[in-house]
């Protein structure tokens, strides 16, 4: 019998630095200087995984592979998979077509190269920015999308064009009214798209955020005192490697330059009973589409992630900024574009918050009460896509609800207006010449399901009246109603959209556990209500690219490297065929009931912005839920410390046992005098005499004034 | 010119207990021995008040009056109204057959009026309780809601049966299968409902939540780790009476028998412009209908404000159970039934919290980067509707966001069911013999308007994909969408619903004040996604009661005392006609263009119970925000302090003059021994120093290993 080599890697760890480096000089040997693109683990085949999972000793452990992306000389892409350990080269194809994931360093480039393009100077002069300014110029380079012009064998990239008067101007408040197209390969601007109408440079005066214009606009407010969060006795969670333990919650944090962070091995401890929930939990695709229909505006609609990498845009966080408390974190490690790497410090932040109330009840006969406070476990990223920044928080409760949590904060992507120009509905003047145009965040969440089993069926639920009329015998008052449950059986019915009117959620059910008391399956429960549908229109250059967004769930069964619903290499797609999730549920007839199925959910906002987010935008929350339903066989919080419970014997037995763990940092807001009366005293242990007060005097009928 | 006197109580304060005593006095002298039912503010009539709110000083205060409801012996019911500073009774009227809200000693008396009932104590021994157990048994006293058996004459309540083997049992897991009605002039059992299957008393074993139970069943957990909220310098808000002010927010926190907290007179200092935004919010009503269409179960559709009161049932709050930090608590003053004042203690608290990130930028070129964090106001109460606890807060953003947040807790309204009895679909088996029936809380939030002054229109938003077809010159690549504004011109087009699929808001705006740039009205939108239907069909008893519920949103013009929408005296009316809104809205014809508008909005959750939700309920939130769009010029927050900004200019001048207060009591949340080679280290400012190196060493095309 053999034994775990702790020593190992985590077969779901990202790829080590060692790892990366050893790539890369495995591919250099083969095939020269190439830039390297993507370097990445290849997630274990789940075949093997679960088995290893289940038997870590005697199970052979599943290999740890690279997943590589390079671009050759001349442009040409190539997908392979190398083994690490032993340098050696398993597969290697060239992607022909296909344009892979654009990275911060191409990125970067652009802003070189359009400051010295002469045509691209020669703009400039028009929109009033003599030659000698263009370093005041810059460009947010996106993907291009998809221009029909260009297609998708020359690597692009169209730059969204700024001015900054000032070095720490914010430069979105100067838009420029042209967009130059970027050739990757070849480093230079092959086009420039200009208006009919043209719009100069803007002349409004700079309006910043920064400290010293706020300081000129008369400083910070001075009127907020401190709150203290502070842990002395360190954090609530255990870490073995990435393995994170909570509160019954066991899970092994993953992170990949396209989702960011990837949850694996999702188990709850139900009373010693280890249970799996998820195998896979990620943000695996997103889509923002801009609704200015005006050419070439329908091109703004990033793919963040399959086009930019949630990875590899990630913000190294700081202690004391981005969570206060007592934080963990974790790194990050990409290779650059050469071939060598790059570490981002603080990629994740862990960390525990109170989530106040947990449960409460008080019998009004006598006032006995508990009231437990609950706790949240937060894993959470940054990152920032251009103009816009993404917080991507994870959120684990002690009852068994996952919480995703995503807050949109950074600054709206802009474009010129003339002064008071109509913007016919498609945007909204924020700022003196600053257009922001109407657009919509959608993302895709992927959920690999394993509730208590890997064999699970999908069923809508909707809340319905009963058929039966009013004044019928089976609804004589008409008050009947119930949840309608309806199997998603093919990987066609399960194509389903949101209904507010139905208050419609999704079960992610084991057909083949009941629960005890409810004899139901048991289930996780998927409540979203932020579930815009995608307003492009069917046909349109977005749906065709984007066709995950074009409803609220999918469901397809499992299948190795099915993780990204807009297919493995984003850039440039032209949705003919759509990539991803169409090409995988086919005619729709697959089977998904019983067995390990993939949910895929869309959720998101619809955004119409207002000068409210100009210059920068106050975070704007959404949410969803995951919940445990008939999973329990009861509440799975009830052993958690509550801060006061007092039962009836014990206010009979005048307050005898109560059990009083009140927080004794509380303390009331002002200096409350002593009043003569004695009803100015305040605190829990005064409370609980005044209700043992009114327990004793609760005579029928009487005043209670007499008691107080 | 005169002066405020500050002595004197706002007129927007609940009455004092010398006005409560002074009106019992004069009300007594007039009209004997009666019980009081309500002596509570009539609030000022607001073109007095609003007159008095612009001049204080020269305008007359407003005449402090109290609004009395009693009942006379033979049940008779009064509404008067008394000047309590002059003892005068201004206006007495007879009610007639309309019941007024059951008071908390009202519903005290039935359980001992039930115990000693013979026929109930029959009743018990057929469930299987001997007549010797009869003060094992209990009983939630509801009222009737409507039976037309007995009509609105006769005040009655319905006697929801329970029992407990042992004092500290919690009596829902016991529930019984007959339900005493009971009269409340005669403190009488006139009849009772006995179902025609016989379900005896389960013979389940207990299962409590109170702290011996838990011991008894392994005990509490032992791995939460203390986490701390301190404010040593105190509180960011002052209180001047019960006026507010806290982040250029200002208002008055009123509290009443029905609603429990009323907001007043919101106003938001806008740069030294304090805009008015609502001039009144509160809850003002909401119902419970459950889902079991067979007698007498639909009788089970609690309006709980109108017919028990928000405030009457509201929980004394106790320092460190129901909130951290330092809080401040308002206490309550209400009549007892024979004309003493009761003070319920710490009915209202107040405190801050730390909100997470207010909003973050950072620039992908040179990772120059602000990030502020937020922080959030609220006040809360939590009342007690016997066997549910609604935790209700009220929360306000720096941003000028208006947050509500519900959060239900407490335990589930059950009823007898044999072990593996059908629930037909109307309820589940949480625990052996226990069902607990589907429902719905459905809310309805009244927002009395002041949007930048009194004068607003309310529009529906609904987000919509342009009318041109994909391929059209309009819409070539089918992007377009936009924000479609309808306007509601009339209390008949303002019955609106909420859709999904359109992501359908409501902005109440000011037409007569466009923002400056986007020059649109100012407005406050309503973004509310937890918008359930009412699910009791058309003609229902609910129907026809709750008429609030028929629609997402209403919207009439302001008139005094319109302020239930459910009516003024809710238990016992049949709904023909129905009272509150529908009264108001007559029509439909009536304008509600540019004028004093109100909106009523519903929402709320439905909640088909779970083995989870027993014994007791993990707390569920539901929320929604009141946003301003338009409303500022600008981002309102760009002048709270950040935790840390940096510049282009000054990361160039290696971090001079970086702005660093990020929080020093942060900390790692686990000891990282110190590498050699330096990556190990951590905190802000080596953050920043890696940050500078990267900065310094982000040649184009440069690896950035040798950087790190």
């Known amino acids: 019998m053999g034994s775990i080599d702790t020593t190992l890697p985590h077969p779901f760890d990202p790829l080590s630095r060692e790892e990366i480096e050893n790539t890369i000089l495995t591919v250099k040997k083969a095939h020269g200087d190439v830039y390297f693109n993507v370097v990445s683990l290849q997630e274990p085949r789940k075949a093997e995984m679960t088995a290893w999972l289940e038997d870590p000793v005697n199970a052979p452990r599943p290999k740890r592979l690279a997943d590589v992306v390079v671009i050759a000389p001349g442009g040409k892409v190539y997908d392979g998979l190398v083994d690490p350990a032993k340098s050696e080269i398993l597969s290697w194809e060239w992607a022909e077509g296909q344009q892979p994931i654009i990275t911060m360093e191409e990125l970067q480039l652009v802003e070189h190269i359009v400051r010295k393009d002469p045509k691209v100077i020669e703009q400039c002069k028009i929109s009033g920015i003599p030659e000698e300014d263009m370093n005041k110029v810059y460009c947010d380079p996106w993907t291009i999308g998809y221009d029909e012009r260009f297609g998708s064998n020359v690597r692009l990239q169209q730059a969204l064009m700024y001015y900054r008067p000032e070095l720490d101007n914010c430069q979105y408040q100067y838009p420029l009214d042209f967009c130059p197209i970027y050739n990757a390969d070849k480093q230079e601007i092959i086009a420039i798209d200009i208006p009919k109408i043209r719009r100069p440079l803007s002349k409004a005066p700079a309006f910043d955020y920064h400290p010293a214009a706020i300081e000129a606009r008369g400083g910070f407010r001075d009127n907020l005192k401190p709150i203290n969060i502070t842990q ?17 919650w066991k899970f092994h944090i993953g992170f990949n330059y396209r989702e960011g962070i990837v949850l694996n091995d999702i188990t709850f401890n139900d009373q010693g009973n280890v249970r799996p929930i998820f195998y896979r939990l990620s943000l695996a695709e997103m889509v923002v589409p801009y609704g200015n229909p005006e050419h070439p505006h329908q091109r703004k609609h990033a793919l963040d992630q399959g086009e930019y990498g949630a990875g590899y845009m990630t913000n190294s966080l700081s202690l004391g900024c981005d969570c206060k408390g007592s934080i963990h974190y974790l790194d990050a490690e990409f290779p ?12 994740i932040c862990i960390h525990e918050e109170d989530a106040g109330i947990l449960f409460k009840h008080t ?4 006032d006995s009460v508990i009231v437990t406070r609950g706790r949240k476990l937060i894993v959470q990223q940054i990152f920032t896509a251009a103009n816009y920044e993404y917080v991507v928080a994870w959120t684990f409760h002690q009852d068994g609800t996952i919480q995703p ?16 120009e109509d913007t016919h509905g498609w945007g909204t003047q924020v700022y003196t010449g600053v257009n922001a145009h109407n657009h919509q965040h959608l993302f895709s969440l992927r959920i690999d399901a394993n509730v208590d089993g890997p064999n699970n069926t999908v069923y809508v639920t909707d809340a319905v009246p009963g058929e039966a009329p ?13 949840n309608k449950r309806t199997k998603l059986a093919t990987t066609g019915e399960a194509k389903t959209d949101y209904i507010a009117q139905t208050s419609r959620t999704w ?16 289930s996780y429960k998927l409540v979203s209500r932020e579930v815009p549908p995608l307003l492009p229109k069917e046909g349109s250059l977005v749906w065709k690219r984007a066709a995950f967004a074009r409803h609220s769930v999918h469901v397809t069964k499992y299948r190795d490297d099915q993780l990204w619903p807009a297919g493995r290499h984003v850039p440039q797609t032209s949705g003919e065929p759509s990539r991803g999730l169409p090409e995988w549920i086919g005619d729709g007839t697959e089977s998904i009931d019983n067995t390990n199925v993939v949910l895929w959910h869309t959720f998101g906002v619809t955004h119409f912005p207002a000068p409210e987010d100009f210059p920068v935008m106050p975070a704007e929350p959404m949410t969803l839920l995951l919940r445990p339903r008939n999973f ?6 009830l052993n958690v410390p509550p801060s006061y419970a007092s039962t009836p014997s014990q206010l009979l037995a005048k307050g005898q046992g109560v059990y009083d763990a009140a927080d004794k940092l509380s303390k009331l807001a002002f200096e409350v005098p002593k009043e003569v009366d004695g009803e100015g005293v305040s605190g829990a242990g005064m409370v609980l005499v005044v209700r043992l007060m009114v327990l004793a005097a609760r005579v029928v009928g009487a005043s209670e004034r007499e008691a107080l």
């Open 632 to 637: 329990f066989a009861r509440n799975p919080v």
């Open 232 to 248: 002395p006795e360190g954090v609530s969670f255990k870490l073995s490697g990435r393995e994170i333990e909570w509160q019954n």
């Open 470 to 482: 009013v004044g019928s015998k089976e609804n004589f008052y008409g008050n009947a109603f119930y």
């Open 405 to 420: 949590e995503i807050k949109l904060t950074g600054i709206l992507n802009t474009y010129a207006m003339d002064p008071d």
């Open 363 to 366: 019998d009004f006969r006598d």
């Open 336 to 347: 650059t574009r050469v071939g060598g790497v790059r570490k981002i410090k603080n990629a």
């Open 507 to 522: 079960e992610i059910c084991n057909p083949n556990k009941l629960n005890p008391y409810s004899k139901k399956p048991v």
